[in-house]
């Protein structure tokens, strides 16, 4: 693997490490708030900024992936939809889906 891949896979490790974290304590949120009636505007309140954390979480990812493939950073307001639709056009040409 070229030094450049072996960066961004790092990169996406590291993130992956982080979401997962995130992902543990939501789970552990949503277990108490099965069991635990009568707290539930408490424990969603508590949960909110995980929620927030792995929507940022993945938005670092595919930026990163979109450096790496693109040679740029995204930007402007729709850089989730460009990102999008340049990916799909890459993966229909690669022959996957």
Known sequence: MNRRLSVLAERIRAELGSLETVVKRA?????????????????????????????????RLFAAIASDVDGARPTGLDWHGTCSARWHWLFRMSGRR
């Open 27 to 59: 789970a552990d949120i949503l277990a108490r708030l099965a069991s635990s009636p009568g707290d539930e505007e408490y424990l969603l309140a508590a949960a909110a900024p995980d929620l927030h954390g792995f929507y940022t979480g993945l938005e």
